[in-house]
């Protein structure tokens, strides 16, 4: 049986602005990359100690050595462009801008492992559970397919997928030989099979919306089908778009929640629930018996701090859904899914993580 964490946060946190200004030096020439990872290195400590000082169940590194959750899988893979699919960003400085994904623009081959020069730090600093992030491969169906440039290479998405999950599998199985005991896999973009106006964007394109959904849960759970489950904690996060505080899909689980919750093998949804954008917990009946759902009530995309109050409400709420021992609680998306991070600043951010910490206390007693 996994393990059982009330409180923690998705992944990504912001980085210091030295660190900013180091990864545009690296990317310009300015720098080596090791002196590159050396200051990596100090964020990351210092990140890990904040949030043990915190009280975290399990920490994370930050996505510090990322410029995007899931650009690690263009810089381990050839065969990737700098191509990018368009999308329409809503909130602060919305408009139309390429995903941080690039396009596949070659047959792919994976050259090392994405999580290859994060894990071995954190195994020797983490001082206590940690967990560590992977794109899910179905991403790169909607997030790398350019109709035009893959095709040539991948004639359907289903193709391109095929190679994408033994990619990640790869990753998975090295993460389990290591001892890696907490796996998530974040899929923001299962929100496109859930967004009306996103399903009928597939539809003008030739695509059946619910049977690219079913591609995706296959092939995100063939990726998964190597990690170990005695000990062994599998998480998948979905979200509506995360990206200086900006989103690009909106609309409740109903749509995917029957197949998403009931057909994929993991242990734990983390769920975005911080605005009306993501619905009510009415699908939440439809995850099934023994597992957790992470309920994502804290916005990362604000620096407004949440009444504690209305987060135990809407924790009882859930629990209407859910039984509350299988409930806890996170922000609903990291801090910096972009290396340029979310539209507040470090000290909000941790915060957030302290209320995060001090609600699940209240609720569900010691964590």
């Known amino acids: 049986m996994s393990a059982q ?31 590159l990872r050396a ?9 890990l100690e904040k949030q043990r000082e915190l009280g975290l169940d399990v920490v994370t590194d930050g996505e510090m050595r990322r410029g995007s959750w899931l650009t690690d899988m263009a810089d381990a893979v050839e065969g990737f462009v ?17 995903s941080t994904a690039h396009c596949v623009g070659g047959k792919l081959r994976k050259v090392r492992k994405m999580t290859g020069h994060e894990v071995p730090f954190l195994q020797r600093n983490a001082r206590g559970p940690f967990k560590v992030t992977l794109p899910a491969p179905s991403n790169f169906m909607l997030a790398s397919f350019k109709a035009g440039i893959t095709d040539k290479f991948y004639p359907t998405h289903a193709d391109l997928l095929k190679d994408l999950v033994e990619f990640v599998r790869d990753d998975v199985r090295w993460l389990v030989g290591e001892g890696v005991t907490y796996i998530q896999v974040d899929a923001p973009y299962y929100s496109h099979y859930l967004d009306p106006r996103q399903r009928e ?10 049977r690219e959904l079913d591609h995706a849960i296959a092939g995100d759970n063939a990726a998964l089908e190597d990690a170990a489950r005695g000990g062994m904690t599998l998480a998948l996060h979905v979200c509506r778009g995360n990206n200086k505080s900006r989103w690009y899909t909106e609309g409740g689980y109903d749509a995917i929640a029957e197949k998403l919750f009931g057909s994929l093998r993991v242990d734990r949804f983390l769920l975005e629930y911080d605005t009306e954008r993501s619905g009510g917990f009415e699908p939440l009946r439809l995850v099934p018996r023994g597992k957790s759902v992470v309920l994502g009530l804290v916005t990362t ?41 979310n539209l507040l600043s470090m000290d909000e951010q941790w915060r957030k993580l302290a209320l995060v910490v001090d609600t699940a206390r209240k609720v569900w007693g010691v964590v």
Not at 6 to 29: I, K, T
Request: proline share 6%.
């Open 201 to 210: 964007h597939m539809r003008e394109a030739g695509l059946d919306p619910d």
């Open 39 to 47: 200051l990596e290195d100090v964020a990351i400590l210092q990140a």
């Open 301 to 341: 995309k604000e620096a407004r701090l949440e009444s504690q109050d209305e987060l135990r409400r809407r924790i009882d709420e859930a629990a209407k859904f859910v039984p509350l021992e299988n409930l806890a609680l996170s922000p609903q998306c990291g801090f910096a899914s972009v290396a340029a991070g």
């Open 82 to 98: 700098s191509e990018r699919v368009p999308l329409e960003w809503k909130g602060p400085g919305g408009g139309v801008e390429g």
């Open 5 to 35: 964490f009330r409180a923690e946060h998705v992944g990504s946190l912001l980085r210091p602005p030295e660190l900013l200004q180091a990864r545009a030096d690296h990317a310009a020439g300015r720098i080596a990359l090791e002196q």
